[in-house]
């Protein structure tokens, strides 16, 4: 019993940690495949419904990740269930990542010549 509460504990620690880094679209997909990982524990120890600890995490990255998320879960608890809607967070968490992340800036490696090129090519 002592184990039990210095594990969670140990897990409210962790999650408070992270919450004072910002949130950003990458770091919610790690969060969702952690999520992911407990609801498989879930159905692999043939657990009827997601522990409450589990649900409040899922329901952050749920909101960052889409605003019909987290409606979409509501009292459904079941790691069936679950599953799929974490399966959507993460699609559109991915959007959200591809989106975020600006075309990389081009470094002109070769400037020299292509100036030379583009001095050629108005002269002829």
Do not use: N
């Not at 649900?55 to 009292?75: F, K, N, S, Y």
């Not at 968490?93 to 583009?118: D, T």
Request: net charge positive; charged share 35%; proline share 5%.
């Amino acid at each position: 019993m002592l184990e039990q509460t210095v594990e969670e504990q140990e897990r409210h620690l962790r999650w408070h940690r992270r919450r004072r880094r910002a949130m950003t679209p990458r770091r919610l997909l790690q969060e969702s495949d952690e999520l992911l990982f407990w609801v498989e524990e879930c159905l692999v120890k043939e657990v009827r419904i997601v522990p409450g600890w589990l649900v409040a995490r899922l329901m952050v990255v749920l909101r960052q990740a889409h605003t019909e998320l987290p409606g979409r879960l509501g009292r459904e608890r079941r790691p069936e269930q679950v599953m799929e809607i974490i399966y959507d967070a993460q699609a559109a968490l991915m959007e959200q990542a591809c989106r975020s992340r600006g075309p990389a800036e081009v470094i002109p490696l070769f400037a020299r010549a292509r100036e030379r090129q583009l001095a050629e090519a108005a002269t002829v």
